[in-house]
């Protein structure tokens, strides 16, 4: 049965972030030949609609307003649900962004609707349109349905392929007012401290720092690889608690979930809290001075060694690698 | 003040997963608060301390769940409730507790509700604002410093790392991430006193709901685990060579690079 599916495009600095491209493949499937239905809020972010149709929207509503610039809960769900208003979709598939994580409960439970948060998976199976999200830290998974209201997931960063883009693909942008109304909480300032570089969450590549990178120092080398491979660094709580770098940079339990192609663990002994973090990662490369670290255990390739020597000669082996192909 | 906290009782972090018969097997596991809820717990205490107030600690559970709520009592909160929903709720899910918690909240004049961002379990994260919206307050996911004046709200809100300082007002739900505080452990004159702090346990029906009205609405219908990974391959020789090898490996037989 099709059925139209609404996505929301969630910008960061100017432009679309990957786990948008991701949901609208989700919403693809969810869709079964039904229209899938780009959405943007902002406060200028209608040029923006045009990528969302390369990547397999077939339209894009728009809703723009000065008191949209930054996002707030209060301000994102009156022009989303608007939209919906507007659309009366089947389905609606948001990011597990920051944003998608704060927003999302708020839509369903204003429309009373199921709502399957940070799915790595989506299928149609039986009849259903079935997801999969890792529960216990990604030592379980579990398969859900929604029963009731939308078809509405939040689907995690870095697991379901994006479709490919295809720039000739053309598809209305219309935009929709909405009177936004009073915000019950504003933000007054923004401090900036995790997002030189590459995006954490959405990376392909991560370069994660331990207690054995000793130092703020000591997360130079890491940072060199990142660079090479265009990855982003992480860490451990160990590393942070030492107050090596920010927690922003932090990989566990408590801090971010990351399941980027490649992970590299420097000096990280691999408590299980980091692993709750990093294990569903596709390949886990550990580099550790001490041949029992527990993170030899979940990784595909080890190198028992000091990072200090093995990271160098890491980034010079990628580089020549780089230069060949 | 009038502060109440959600909280949660979870598996401890470190219990292994083991499924029987489909489902995740409870036997014998360790059971504890909810980590994120316990800087929850302490945030109101020290939002208490400073303002006056009261701060009760409601969970959503069975008869086990007492533990954890006495746990919290003797951390410092003031009282416990426990919605037991044993024997009228098979298979919840969030929708379910959250229209449980509004339903107990929404005559209580609640000035500052919190409660962990996330649950190590389930770890949607939703109960929390589809609380504030079915209470129609305002919330702040992912705190990680709340500073109140009169009833004018400054958060400190973690967003993938960036911090956002946001203006707000009472009532307020907030969820709390790492960082917020260092919760406090339960003292041994605390566990004394807890243990006659009132705990009040309500049923469904003491809320005048139906088991229709909290009816979940996901299905799961299936619980696995992971494929066991292979152990993975510890590469040996000389340093330089093993380098190189990884690199190659990586190339052509994982495909990363």
Known sequence: MSRKVLVLGEARDGSLRNVSFEAIAAAKTIAEGGEVVGVLVGKAVSALGAELVHYGADRVVVVEDEKLTQYTSDGFAQALLAVIDQEKPAGLVLGHTSLGKDLSPRIAGRLSSGLISDATAVEVAGGNIVFTRPIYSGKAFEKKIVTDGLIFATVRPNNITPLAKEESKTGEVSSLSVEIKDLRAVIKEVVRKATEGVDLSEAKVVISGGRGVKSEEGFAPLKELAQVLGGAVGASRGACDADYCDYSLQIGQTGKVVTPDLYIACGISGAIQHLAGMSNSKVIVAINKDPEANIFKVADYGIVGDLFEVVPLLTEEFKKLKVHS | ?257
């Open chain 2, 1 to 257: 003040m009038n502060i109440y906290v959600l909280m949660k009782r979870t598996f401890d972090t470190e219990e292994k997963i083991v499924l029987n018969g489909g489902k995740i097997n409870e036997d014998g596991a360790e059971f504890i608060i909810n980590p994120y809820d316990e800087y929850a717990i302490e945030e109101a205490l020290q939002v208490r301390d400073a303002n006056g107030g009261e701060v009760t600690v409601i969970s959503v559970g069975n008869e086990e769940t007492e533990k954890q709520l006495r746990t919290a009592l003797a951390m410092g909160a003031d009282k416990a409730v426990l919605i037991n929903t044993e024997d009228d709720v098979e298979n919840g899910d969030q929708f379910t507790t959250a229209k449980i918690l509004a339903e107990y909240l929404k005559n209580k004049e609640a000035d500052l509700i919190l409660g962990g961002n996330v649950a190590i379990d389930g770890a949607t994260g939703q109960v929390g604002p589809r609380v504030a919206e079915l209470l129609n307050i305002p919330y702040v996911t992912t705190i990680t410093k709340l500073e109140i004046d009169g009833t004018n709200v400054t958060v400190t809100r973690d967003v993938e790392g960036d911090s956002e300082v946001i203006a707000t007002s009472l009532p307020l739900l907030v969820t709390a991430q790492q960082g917020l505080n260092e919760p406090r452990y339960p003292s041994l004159p605390g566990i004394m006193k807890a243990k006659k702090k009132p705990l009040d346990e309500l049923e469904l029906d003491d809320l005048d709901l139906e088991e229709d009205d909290v009816e979940a609405k996901t299905k799961t219908i299936e619980i696995y685990l992971p494929p066991k990974k292979e152990a993975g391959r510890v590469l040996t020789g000389d340093l330089n060579d093993q380098v190189k090898e990884l690199v190659h490996l990586l190339h052509t037989e994982a495909k990363v690079i």
